[in-house]
């Protein structure tokens, strides 16, 4: 949803971990974080979150890692499109061709003066990034919202629609904005996010979302063969007299969308307003046709973690299954789900968890946990806490936010990032770990900081501060690459060798990173 701030917070884990790595660095406010693995180079990581900037109100922040989020270099804010503009719900996904791209909103969230989804790119990993492209405006739906939520996914198929942009989004929680019926929305690419076309609705005739739900949030995924898909909630008693999830498939870029029924009736979703409730669709590298779609339910009486999988695209679909292994029909309330497959078909999902609570509510100490299915298991393993100390309730969690963390599989390996106040504020950490072991290969890295380097332009040397000489110093290129690694002997770098251009560097002392971009003319 649209938001201003919004907090996760964690607890003790019942397994031994590392501590969690720091990834931001902000002194107020730091929140709702998504994490990108390059397919090409499972070492670079790329983050992006919510974060307070002086003079921006809150914005988007991004940051990098090369050696698999050990260290991550000095956060980019971006600008805001209009100066008294708010940012949120920000997205990333690389295409085929190693391509970054971020999507978010930037809106005047006062008044809703203006609107738009915004989208920019990055040729050098995420080290800089364009100018923005906007994917859609508050003016392309009148009487609606429709800048919310905007989840962008990429076709990286290799097949002939390879590289198409797909970004869906549902309208604002104003209801004196926004008038029904309600729509889920759909905005395509065609040219690699040049341009996008008219924004169109996912629904239709016969699978309407209806005027009951003002926000109707699809989750999109694009398959390993390219087809686009994306699961919406929907309420319309002409079509159905029970709530239903409906799925919009294409194989035309969304040109022409066949819908069929995920589930109607009344055990999908939770009742309780508080819950981070969105539900999640992920599409498996590795089957065409196997599709997983994650969300709460009530059904024994607390609010759990479930899911329905299909191996036909979307056919016919399994029971549900539930996820999180605490004992059945306890009260407690899990939510703020998250799922992703590896390209084998391993299948990871993590959720915040209240079983260790001493009660039932919503305000009990939480914990995030994850489970793991194997490629040749029918059955998850046993779920475990990858947190790694605990943090009770704070009140700002009954606020509207907080609604998402992100996870990300790859070879074998977790990631999990989520927002934390252990350090006094709310800033942004990583979790790394082998699904088989369960073995943590990070420590935690507590801040990051950022120096001056003199002269900057230079074409010979360039002087650190003095507290640094006697440190490893790393430069990398305008395209990520680490390409000089040496010990700081004096307070000089001798950059006469390298080439004309822009560079970052990172010397690590102690359990800092300090960092800073140059230029070598």
């Not at 066949?258 to 819950?275: E, P």
């Not at 390409?483 to 010397?507: C, H, N, P, R």
């Amino acid at each position: 949803m649209i938001k201003l701030f919004s907090f996760i917070f964690l607890s003790v884990s019942s397994i031994t971990f590392s501590q969690n790595t720091l990834v931001s660095s902000g002194n107020l406010f730091e929140g709702e974080p998504y994490l990108v693995i390059n397919p090409q180079n499972q070492q670079h990581l790329v983050a992006a979150w919510m974060g307070y900037q002086l003079n921006q109100k809150v914005c988007i922040k991004s940051a990098v890692s090369m050696d698999g989020g050990n260290n991550w270099s000095s956060p980019i804010a971006q600008n805001h499109e209009v100066a008294t503009n708010s940012s949120a719900d920000v997205s990333l996904a690389f295409n085929s061709s190693g391509e970054l791209f971020m999507c978010y909103i930037d809106y005047d969230n006062q008044q809703f003066s203006n609107g738009q989804v915004i989208i920019r790119k990055s040729v050098d990993g995420g080290f800089n990034w364009s100018t923005s492209t906007e994917v859609l405006n508050i003016t392309d739906c009148p009487n609606q919202l429709c800048v919310d939520r905007p989840w962008m996914v990429i076709d990286r198929s290799g097949g002939i629609h390879d590289g198409t942009i797909y970004i869906s989004a549902m309208n604002a929680k104003q209801p004196t904005l926004v008038t029904p019926p309600y729509h889920p929305y759909l905005s395509v690419s065609k040219n690699g996010g040049l341009s996008f076309e008219t924004p169109r609705y996912l629904d239709s005739l016969n699978y309407l979302a209806g005027s009951s739900i003002p926000q109707v949030m699809p989750s999109p995924v694009v398959s390993a063969n390219g087809t686009f898909f994306a699961i919406y909630p929907s309420y319309e008693t002409t079509q159905s007299m029970f709530p239903r999830y409906l799925l919009a498939n294409s194989t035309s870029q969304g040109l022409s969308l066949n819908h069929t029924i995920v589930y109607q009736g009344l055990d999908f979703g939770a009742q309780n307003n508080l819950l981070k409730r969105g539900a999640l669709l992920k599409a498996d590298p590795s089957n065409a046709d196997h599709l997983a779609y994650f969300f709460l339910s009530e059904i024994n009486d607390g609010a759990d973690v479930y899911f329905i999988e299909t191996f036909n695209s979307g056919v016919t679909w399994s029971t549900m299954k539930r996820i999180n292994q605490d004992p059945i029909a306890n009260g407690k309330l899990q939510d703020l789900l998250w799922a992703d497959f590896d390209s084998d078909g391993d299948l990871l999902v993590c959720w915040r968890d209240r079983r260790n609570g001493l009660g039932t509510s919503y305000a009990e100490t939480t914990e995030i946990y994850a489970a793991v299915r194997h490629k040749d298991s029918i059955n998850f393993t046993s779920d475990y806490a990858i947190s790694s100390q605990q943090i009770q309730h704070d009140s700002i969690l009954e606020s509207s936010g907080n609604d998402f963390m992100n996870t990300c599989l790859m070879n074998d390996t977790a990631y999990s990032i989520w927002g934390d106040v252990r350090s006094g504020s709310l800033k942004i950490y990583l979790h790394k770990w082998n699904i088989f072991s369960q073995v943590s290969t990070i420590s935690e890295i507590p801040t990051n900081e950022t120096i001056q380097l003199f002269p900057n332009p230079s074409n010979l040397l360039i002087q650190l501060p003095q507290h640094l000489i006697g440190e490893t110093y790393a430069i990398f290129s305008s395209n990520g690459s680490c390409i000089v690694k040496k010990e700081v002997l004096d307070e000089f770098i001798d950059i006469s060798g390298l080439a004309k251009g822009g560079y970052t560097l990172q010397i690590q002392k102690d359990k800092f990173l300090y960092g800073a971009k140059f230029i070598k003319d």
